[in-house]
């Protein structure tokens, strides 16, 4: 799942991006709105953390843009003002959620998670397939009751079959949305991890479809 | 201060009574002085005719009251009387003297004498006595003398006309002074009602409509109703500025307080710290918003847009999914607050209702008979104890921490509604069993031109 975030101020950016990594998520970060609504609208994100305050162009402007532009991505906006105003703009404007300033980071957290969960049309944080249990809200990822240890690749990959279960998913698609915008993309290496996970949870979860891409079938 | 109008009608009053009095004074004793000298000359044609009459007939005095014989001597006490004093002491005097006498003075002289004395029956008369010669050394004493009465009777119907007439000119003068205060001070009173209509409004008063005296005023007001509008902007900018400038540093320490938790370190302390400066923090900003409001102009907020907006944002919330939110409110409301504070209220509230109910929060919006807009927000959530109800409008009162919130949504808008002069009452929703809240606003008068 891959996460853009829009904030100006170098040291909150960086501590959003360091808990939203911790969880699985790939992170790039934007510090104005030109660059914000550029990233928008060139990479396929799953969800944009936009901070209402930007330089150069307002995050306001911002959404507006990338909702004229027919991007649907989900937008979680964060203001710093106390005025229901602002947020009410944003929401009319077309953001999913808000968070005013100062958070918490586990609430940041919860609603990135819910916002994805969201677009994949699941209401509870878990999904299950068989006999393996993937936990969004930890990450943890049970075969059988038993707690199987992944990289964070690993979860990456997994966590976005499972998001998009019962849709096949290309190598391209995976690897857009599990590697940074400036990362060293290769294709080949989602093919390891996919054999990896089949190692660890089970042939069965995974399937390939030849030359096309990947499927978690049917998910509970 | 006295007002200009009590300042003017009694200017004008003084002013009335002082010219009133000396115009009385002045009129009343000119025509006093012309209706004596009338009084007077009369007295000396009767005087003359007299005199004529004697010289006649010095040779048979008894033939004189033939030869004075104007009716008014016939009548005895008629007032108008005449006395011819032979040099050898006889008497010969008009009917209307009816045998009194008129006293004679002692000193003799060719000139008329004219002396005031009390009459026969006793009333004051004026008389014009003369010695005049009738033959060689012969000398008469011819006297005509006339009653004061009916010259006071004249100066009492004089004085009565001259005050009825001036009566009638002060009646007449305080109409229109009156009717000119009014009309002096319409423009002042147009003033007035332009300010207080204004005041919100981003065009100044139009300065061409005023007379040219009041025009440096108007001028002046457009002034000041300008810099206060820019201290309003400026002391919310900076409020929002300051709040924008302390709450990304705030978030930046809450998280590395919460990575140092993750860690093992107690914090604890150090997070509750910062709960507490955030939660003060956003009184104190919501505290200087609602102090910047000025509940006593004309803005006015159309429920249509504003709760317009307002559904649907909550209805796009993510996190409200699951839970409906519907507003049912008559069109065409006005509601006396400004835009963005009305959302303020409202913005925490839904949020309240929306955060605790299970599924559903209500909205209805109606204006009542007397001039007020009342709004009731119900949801179906655990609603609040009666006993705590109290507790809940004040600040940083969180009666249930299960879920994330500063408390302060429902003291923030309380504040704000009572600065407006509305207000807002806690309640058990009958039908939905939570939360109701009821508030009671102005309404707005007019439609802001912004």
Do not use: C
Not at chain 1, 51 to 77: A, E, H, Q, W
Not at chain 1, 112 to 122: D, F, H, N, Q, T
Not at chain 2, 334 to 343: A, G, I, K, N, T
């Amino acid at each position: 799942m891959r996460i853009l975030i829009a904030e100006d101020e170098p040291v909150l950016a960086s501590q959003l991006k360091k808990t939203l990594m911790s969880e699985g998520l790939t992170v790039d970060v934007a510090v104005d709105g030109a660059e914000a609504q550029y990233l928008g609208e060139t990479e396929p994100y799953d969800v944009i953390i936009l901070d209402l305050g930007l330089p150069i162009r307002d995050g306001l402007t911002v959404l507006k843009n990338l909702r004229s532009g027919g991007n649907d991505t989900s937008i979680l906006i964060l203001t710093a003002r106390n005025d229901w105003t602002d947020r009410v703009d944003g929401l009319d404007a077309g953001a999913d959620d808000y968070l005013t300033k100062p958070f918490h980071m586990a609430e940041l957290s919860a609603r990135v998670r819910a916002l994805i969960r969201r677009k994949a049309g699941k209401a509870t944080p878990v999904f299950s397939k068989d006999n393996v249990t993937f936990d969004t809200r930890t990450n943890q990822v049970m075969v059988d009751g038993v707690s199987m240890n992944l990289t964070s690749q690993e979860i990456a990959v997994l966590s976005y079959l499972f998001h998009n279960s019962g849709r096949l998913v290309s190598r391209n698609e995976l690897s857009d949305h599990i590697y940074q915008h400036e990362g060293d993309r290769d294709s080949n290496t989602i093919a390891v991890f996919v054999n990896r996970l089949r190692k660890k949870l089970g042939s069965d979860l995974i399937e390939t479809v030849r030359g096309r891409g990947y499927v978690i079938k049917a998910t509970v | 201060m006295t007002s200009l109008r009590a300042r003017a009608v009694t200017g004008g009053i003084l002013w009335a009574v002082a010219i009133i009095v000396l115009g009385l004074t002045g009129v009343s004793s000119y025509l006093a002085s012309q209706t004596q000298a009338r009084f007077v000359e009369v007295l000396e044609t009767r005087h003359a005719q007299a005199v004529v009459a004697v010289t006649n007939n010095s040779d048979a005095p008894d033939d004189l009251v033939l030869a004075i014989g104007d009716l008014v001597y016939q009548v005895p006490f008629s007032g108008q009387y005449w006395q011819v004093e032979t040099d050898t002491g006889a008497l010969i005097s008009s009917p209307s003297l009816d045998g009194e006498r008129l006293p004679r003075p002692l000193r003799r002289s060719e000139e008329p004498l004219r002396s005031e004395f009390d009459g026969p029956n006793g009333e004051a008369v004026f008389a014009i006595g003369q010695w005049v010669p009738v033959r060689d050394d012969v000398m008469w004493y011819v006297q005509v003398a006339s009653s004061l009465r009916s010259f006071e009777e004249d100066q009492v119907v004089l004085r009565n006309t001259l005050l009825t007439a001036f009566a009638f000119v002060s009646f007449i003068g305080v109409l229109g002074g009156l009717t000119q205060v009014a009309v002096v001070l319409q423009p002042l009173n147009k003033l007035r009602k332009d300010v207080s209509g204004r005041w919100e409004q981003e065009d100044g008063l139009e300065v061409q409509s005023y007379p040219i005296e009041v025009a440096p005023l108007v001028n002046d007001i457009n002034t000041l109703m300008e810099r206060n509008r820019d201290i309003m902007r400026r002391s919310r900018r900076q409020a929002a500025d300051l709040a924008h400038a302390i709450k990304t540093p705030s978030a930046i320490m809450r998280n590395e307080l919460d990575n140092l938790m993750m860690q093992g370190a107690d914090m604890q302390e150090a997070v509750d710290a910062l709960d507490r400066l955030d939660a003060q923090l956003k009184r104190s900003f919501a505290r200087m918003r609602a102090d910047g409001t000025d509940a006593t102009v004309g803005v006015a907020t159309e429920l249509d847009t504003a709760l317009g907006r307002m559904e649907r944002a909550f209805n796009a919330l993510a996190r409200n999914e699951g839970k409906s939110f519907t507003a049912d409110y008559e069109e065409g409301l006005l509601v006396r607050m400004d835009q963005s504070d009305f959302e303020e209220v409202m913005g925490n509230l839904l949020d309240n209702a929306l955060k605790w109910a299970e599924t559903q929060v209500r909205l209805e919006a109606n204006e009542t008979a007397d001039g007020k807009i009342i709004i009731t927000i119900t949801d179906d959530g655990p609603g609040i104890p009666q006993d705590e109800i109290a507790k809940a409008t004040q600040s940083g009162q969180r009666l249930d921490t299960s879920k994330p919130g500063t408390g302060l949504g429902l003291a923030i808008a309380h504040d704000l509604i009572h600065a407006y002069g509305g207000k807002i009452l806690l309640s058990k929703d009958a039908e939905l069993g939570g939360l109701a809240v009821h508030m009671r606003l102005p309404v707005g008068s007019a439609k802001r031109r912004d």
